[in-house]
Structure formats: C-alpha cells, structure tokens
C-alpha cells in the first residue's frame, strides 16, 4: 500500500518522491505543439533555471508545475501527486500577465499569500497578520507596505512576490522570467533575499549567462527537452545551436541570445 504522508496543509506528499516529474508530457494549444515529448525529474532543495528561446514553452511548463493546465499525454507529478490543488506552490506569472493597475496595496498582495489558509471569506486573523509582517521583513520591504504595488520598481515588485510566497508557507516558487527588466543591483538583490530564504525555486530566464552562474540546474527546452543538469554540460555550444539555431551568436566565453524579453 502506498504510504502517504500529510504535510501541515495541503495535498498529502508521497514521501522520498522528487519535487516534479513529467513523463512522456505534450501539451498543445490547438494545432501548436507548446510541449513535446518531455520526460524528466526535478528534485527538491534545488535550484532550477529553465532557458530557451522565445516560444520554446518555458511559461507552458511553468503552467504545467503549477497544475494551471495539464497535458494532453503523459504524466505529471507534483512532490507525488497530482498538482492541482496543492497549496504549497506560489506561482509568479510574467509580468505582462499581472494587472499592476489594480488598485492593492503591497500588504494585501502579501496577504493573499494566505488565503489558501485562511480560506475564502474569513478575515485573517492576528496570526496571518504577523506573518505578513515577518514576511515582508524577510524581503526588506516594510517600508514599501502601504505602497500600490503598481507604483514600486520592477525590483521591488519581485521581492513582494517572494514575501507573498513566504506567508504563503510555500515549499516551491516558481517565477516566469523575475529577471527581465530588471537592472543589476536589484537582480543582486533579488538572489540575495532567494539564497536567504531557501525555498525549491525555478525560475525561467533569457540570460544564459546567470543561468550559468546563479543556479544549481539549468533546463535547456525548445519544445523538447534539449537538456538538464549542471550548467556546465547543458550549454554546451552544441547544446545551445539546438536549442537556439538561428539567434544564437557565441563570443569567447560570452553568450549571446538574440531574443526579446518582452514576448
Ligand atoms: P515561452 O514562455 O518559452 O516563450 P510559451 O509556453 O509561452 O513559450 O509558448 C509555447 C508555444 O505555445 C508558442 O508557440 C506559443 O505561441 C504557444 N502558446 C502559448 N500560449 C498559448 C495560448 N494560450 N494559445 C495558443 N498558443 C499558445
Ligand atoms: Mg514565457
């Protein structure tokens, strides 16, 4: 019999199964295959980094992990289970799919973080307050609480979404492309409060280069799965010339991804 062990909240996780796993998947959206073919596990405590050029489904899979849409074939596993419903992933779309005109404040946003565990239309308590408050200490942005979340800086806003997956008790964060826009200091920033608060993250982006540098993993995709693993041996040249073909342009130890952030 199958041994199941129930977490605080949320789904029960099969205990020792890896974080994600996909078998076989593909995911289509009419006649476009987004997905093909992907089989693969991730596994907990990691750090994961998934590249690839425009289009190559990196949002698709994020989706996928999130239990937002599921496969047309294959098999997916999320700490053992289905992904649907679990409370323990906190999901940061691409910027272009946030509303920043609604009109919330930065401690609401954090506060939504725990609406799974305060449950539709009950008011939180002083507990979820506390924790919103502890949350937002965590990403040094106390001062930034009253604040629309429109009104911040793009670096600002990742670091609010990372408290609202803090109240949130989150085991997982997955962010789809946190980086882009963003300048230097506040990408620092940004890895500095993630290495302080430890959570399994993965994280789409477009620079190859921090790929290399700040992750544990690097998952190479373009529809299929070109590679996983340490950086080093994943974007090798011939590993990018697949995934990348026509806008990849290589310079000594300097990789160039002719791709736009903003697709
Ligand atoms: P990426 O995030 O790597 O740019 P996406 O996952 O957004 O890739 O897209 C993968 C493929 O699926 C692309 O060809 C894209 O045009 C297509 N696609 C994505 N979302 C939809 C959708 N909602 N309807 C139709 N096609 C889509
Ligand atoms: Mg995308």
Known sequence: MERLQKPAYGIPHTPEAPLFHAENVTVRYGDTVALHDLT????QGEQIAVVGPNGAGKSTLFKLIAGEIRPNSGKVTLYGTDPNDHLCIAYVPQRKNIDWSFPVSVRDVVMM???????????PRRHDRDIVQASLERVNATHLADKQIG?????QQQRIFIARALAQEAELLLMDEPLAGLDIPSQEQFFTILDDVGISTIVATHDLNLAAQRFDQVLLLNTELIALGDAARVLSAENLTNAYSSHLHTRDDIIIADTCCNH
């Open 40 to 43: 693969f596990t991730l596994h």
């Open 113 to 123: 973080g725990r609406i799974g565990r305060i449950g539709l239309f009950r008011w």
């Open 151 to 155: 009104e911040l800086s793009g670096g």
